[in-house]
């Protein structure tokens, strides 16, 4: 797919891949392995402020939550675009959406939604094959956060 067409495709005003979040401890952005690039864990973060922190059902709404895994999702576009280059992959494979949530919250699929919706705008030349959301599994001062595989 051409590096242009996806770019056109994510045009949203306010999103610029010039000022992408750097990694929070001793790991990279983005590991490439033969012809598979991981990309690491990317938060909800614009102009290096964390957006959406706290707890779905409690602090934070459903609605921020699927703002939180777009924005989320900006962040894995902008890392692929830097390290990889938008003319080099076929296709995203996969996405883990990770949060936190009160006990009584059971709506991660429409926060995943999120992540989802914005990574299928890019129409790159295969569609996004797999996604997960564990819920409750992550430390307690987490905030939405979203992991990506591309090929």
Do not use: C
């Amino acid at each position: 797919m051409e590096k242009n067409t996806i770019l056109n495709n994510l045009q949203i005003p306010g999103i610029e891949f010039d000022n992408l979040p750097k990694p929070g401890g001793s790991y990279v952005a983005v590991n490439i392995r033969g012809n598979i690039a991981y990309v690491a864990i990317q938060f909800p973060i614009k102009d290096g402020r964390f957006f959406f922190t706290g707890r779905f059902g409690e602090s934070v709404t459903t609605e921020e939550g699927y703002e939180a895994a777009r924005l989320a999702a900006m962040n894995v576009l902008g890392q692929i675009n830097k390290f990889v280059g938008f003319d080099n992959i076929i296709g995203l494979n996969h996405a883990d959406i990770y949060y936190r949530a009160s006990e009584e919250w059971d709506d991660g699929p429409r926060v995943a939604n999120g992540a989802s919706t914005r990574l299928m705008t890019t129409r790159t030349a295969s569609p996004m094959r797999s996604r997960a959301s564990p819920t409750r599994s992550v430390p307690s001062n987490s905030r939405t956060i979203g992991r990506f595989t591309t090929g």
